[in-house]
């Protein structure tokens, strides 16, 4: 009787179970799409937020700059700062030109050396000062093979015998 | 009861499910409507922008690693039209701040200005610019202003509209800069508005040091940012030049121009063993950041390196070349005794000495000691015209000596053949005249004589840095004209004839080798101005030699005469020289190498 009883009462229950199971499998769906959707928006909108910083940084995307604003060395874009730096270079430059060097020697009470004043002195190993040398010479780059690690020279089944071996070695050296 | 509402459901069914329908037709039919295609189209504009890189032009230095040219902000100062509020204002703070500039001002650059943004604005475009080369200076000018029209009050302004300084924005760029000003200025050339490089090493080395400008779109496509190019800078420069002596020797120039009253004239100095010039003064000389200035220094296109770019008789500095062909072809040797009768016939001439006097009796020292044109003459005479000017081609006298700098001469030597070639040349070229010779030929020529007959190519640039590397090109032997023995012979024979002509070429503790020159200057009929050129080449320490110097000056006027005014101006270059290359004297350095 009770089985009948429950039988009947899970017949009457049925269609309403089913329901819910489609709303439960279909919100499922839409809670993983909305997630997956969420995480791609995230990624999304983060990859467009680094592309567009990357390219304030090389250039200066607009162009021009506005009178009311200054721009700061902390953002400006690479083309700016090497023109910065040049600029920098050729102050200094002007710092250090030889008519400015020469007045400063003067005003310290310098002045030039006649050739009977000087005195030579030979110091064993001097090396006179060479032209400036501002960037290396180009020079053929030759990777040498003992420069490889063994790992990338020896085949796969002969690195993994290797390794046994050398965990068994080391399992052999354990003293109780 | 569920019948009755079937219909009902089965209604709103097919009305969600037209509009749905409808919904889907139109998300598939929209995209290719002409107006869908016209807002893709106005999108595409976005998308991308226009960006003209201009990459620093590349730096020179000296030998040192001193900066000789560089590069500095200045500003490209432009409206954005739509943003513009008040043309007016613009024009009014641009021409007053701009008023002292040299490009700006004049008294219609206000109305200049407001002509410019009218057509601007009339053409549609976004962007037009009103100025540029605007120094830092006058841009913070530029921004008071701004800030000042900013804080007015918000009244009303009537018809004038209210004044502002929107709208007008900013770019930075680069110009050439040269901090140590006319130093070197005949060396370096220099860069012009355009940015194009103009005589010597900015013009040579134009295409080097420029990098490419290159103008891309540059996307605004966040995702595509790895497609922004990569831009070609240009190469840096080091030359062989050292500012100390650079800086040496054009104060030398400059005095002797002041004192000898001449109009113009050049120091060269050489390492012979090298090539590398270490000093190249030049008069006139200007500072090549005020380049507009040009035509008052150089009017009428003179040369603006007279060291390479000017043609002229050498004068008895030639009898170096025509001794030294003469002793390394046999046809005379040292003690050779030609007795000077005052006059030497040679092709329908006569040839006659400085002085129109008879020597007598001299041996090639006593010659080139007395700068004797006949004998000289004779000499020439004695190798034949054919092993004459094949001994001068091979000196490179009438050819460029392939020196890396702008606008060099070739000058010229007229070989038998030649229509206007008479055998009398012969007599003349032997001591400098009817010849043409740039300074830079006389010195590349003698190199020869100081470096064991080995001639050696004259150049400025050391090494050129360029992708992160430093390439030192290897200096050049262009020819061995003569013999190492018959350099040495010549040597001690001009050094001897110094000496015992206590010229004032001679400096206290260095033996030095030379010889003055004198030329006169031919016109359209004949040598007829009184004026001459005069000259001293020398070099130094004889045993040993690390320079070689040119002395040129053009039309003195305290006296005509080469030992007069050139000998002692090459004095006071060495004395300068031997301190700054740091060269001990000759006992020293015999002391030194005998320990």
């Not at chain 1, 420069?147 to 354990?174: C, H, K, Y």
């Not at chain 2, 010229?503 to 200057?521: M, P």
Request: hydrophobic share 40%; with cysteine.
């Amino acid at each position: 009787m009770d089985n009948v009883q429950r039988m009947t009462q899970a017949y009457s229950q049925a269609p309403w179970r089913k329901q819910v199971q489609i709303i439960g499998i279909f919100l499922l769906a839409l809670v993983t799409t909305a997630i997956v959707a969420g995480i791609y928006l995230n990624i999304t909108a983060r990859t467009t937020t680094m592309g567009r910083e990357i390219q304030e940084m090389q250039i200066l995307v607009y162009g021009y700059h506005s009178l009311f604003t200054t721009p700061q060395s902390g953002n400006m874009p690479v083309e700016e700062l090497r023109q910065d730096i040049a600029n920098l270079q050729a102050q200094l430059a002007y710092l250090t030109s030889y008519e400015v060097m020469d007045a400063r020697a003067r005003s310290l009470g310098f002045r030039p050396t006649e050739p009977d004043e000087m005195v030579y002195l030979e110091i064993e190993g001097y090396v006179a000062p060479q032209p400036v040398t501002l960037a290396p010479p180009p020079s053929p780059v030759v990777v040498s093979a003992a420069g490889v690690s063994d790992e990338f020279n020896e085949p796969l089944f002969s690195w993994l015998a290797d390794q046994i071996e050398q965990t068994a070695r080391l399992f052999g050296e354990v003293k109780p | 009861m569920k019948n009755e509402h079937t219909w009902r459901y089965t209604m709103l069914g097919v009305l969600f499910g037209l509009i749905g329908f409808m919904i889907i037709v139109q998300v598939f039919r929209l995209p290719y409507t002409p107006q869908a295609e016209a807002i893709v189209n106005e999108g595409k504009l976005y998308e991308r922008t226009w960006h003209i890189y201009y990459p620093p032009r590349g730096q020179i230095y000296d030998r040192w690693g001193s900066l000789l040219a560089g590069n500095t902000l200045v500003y490209e100062v432009g409206v954005q039209v739509g943003a513009l509020q008040n043309a007016e204002t613009v024009a009014f703070a641009l021409a007053r701040v701009l008023s002292t500039h040299p490009e700006y001002n004049y008294a219609d650059f206000y109305t200049d200005l407001l002509d410019v943004m009218e057509a601007a604005e009339e053409s549609g475009r976004a962007y037009t610019q009103l100025a540029d080369f605007v120094t830092p200076e006058e841009l913070a000018q530029l921004k008071q202003w701004a800030e000042s029209y900013d804080d007015l009050p918000a009244v009303p302004y009537g018809d004038t509209k209210q004044p502002s300084l929107v709208g007008l924005v900013y770019r930075p760029r680069l110009k050439r800069v040269y901090p140590e000003e006319a130093l070197a200025a005949n060396i370096l050339g220099f860069v012009n508005r355009d940015g194009d490089g103009l005589f010597g090493v900015e013009q040579q080395f134009n295409n080097l040091l420029a990098g490419t400008p290159t103008g891309v779109w540059m996307t605004l496509d966040p995702y595509r940012v790895d497609e922004i190019p990569e831009m070609e800078e240009g190469s840096d420069l080091v030359l062989t030049i050292d500012r100390e002596i650079q800086a040496a020797v054009e104060h030398v120039l400059d005095n002797a121009l002041e004192t000898s009253g001449a109009e113009g004239g050049t120091i060269l100095v050489m390492d012979p063993n090298t090539g590398e010039i270490l000093a190249m003064a030049s008069w006139p000389r200007m500072d090549p950041n005020v380049y507009w200035d040009y035509a008052k220094f150089f009017p009428e296109n003179q040369p603006y390196n007279r060291a390479v770019s000017t043609e002229y008789e050498p004068g008895s500095v030639f009898k170096v070349l025509t001794m030294a062909a003469a002793l390394d072809s046999g046809a005379v040797t040292p003690d050779t005794v030609f007795t000077d009768t005052g006059m030497f016939q040679i092709g329908g001439i006569y040839i006659y000495n400085w002085n129109y006097g008879a020597w007598g009796p001299q041996d090639m020292g006593g010659c080139m000691q007395h700068s004797l044109n006949v004998c000289l003459a004779w000499v020439a005479s004695q190798m034949g015209a054919t092993n004459f000017y094949e001994y001068m081609q091979a000196f490179g006298i009438g050819h460029r000596t392939g020196i890396d700098l702008a606008a060099e001469a070739y000058g010229r030597l007229k070989l038998p053949g030649d229509s206007d070639w008479y055998e009398a040349d012969l007599g003349t070229n032997s001591f400098g005249q009817g010849v043409a010779v740039t300074p830079v030929q006389m010195l590349a020529a003698i190199s020869a004589l100081a470096n064991e007959g080995e001639m050696v190519m004259p150049h400025v640039v050391r090494s050129i840095v360029r992708d992160g590397y430093q390439y030192n090109p290897a200096p050049q032997v262009v020819g061995m004209p003569i013999s190492a023995e018959t350099a040495r012979i010549l040597s001690e024979m001009l050094a001897d004839s110094l000496e015992e002509e206590a010229s004032d070429a001679l400096i206290e503790g260095y033996r030095v080798a030379g010889k003055t020159g004198t030329a006169e200057i031919p016109g359209p009929f004949g040598y007829e101005s009184d004026l001459t050129n005069a000259s001293f080449v020398g070099w130094g320490p004889v045993e040993d030699p690390q320079f070689l110097v040119y002395v040129w000056l053009e039309k003195p006027t305290s006296s005509p005469w080469g030992s007069v005014v050139a000998a002692p101006v090459f004095r006071q270059v060495v004395e300068q020289l031997v301190v700054l290359m740091d060269l001990p004297p000759d006992a020293v350095r015999a002391m030194m190498g005998s320990e």
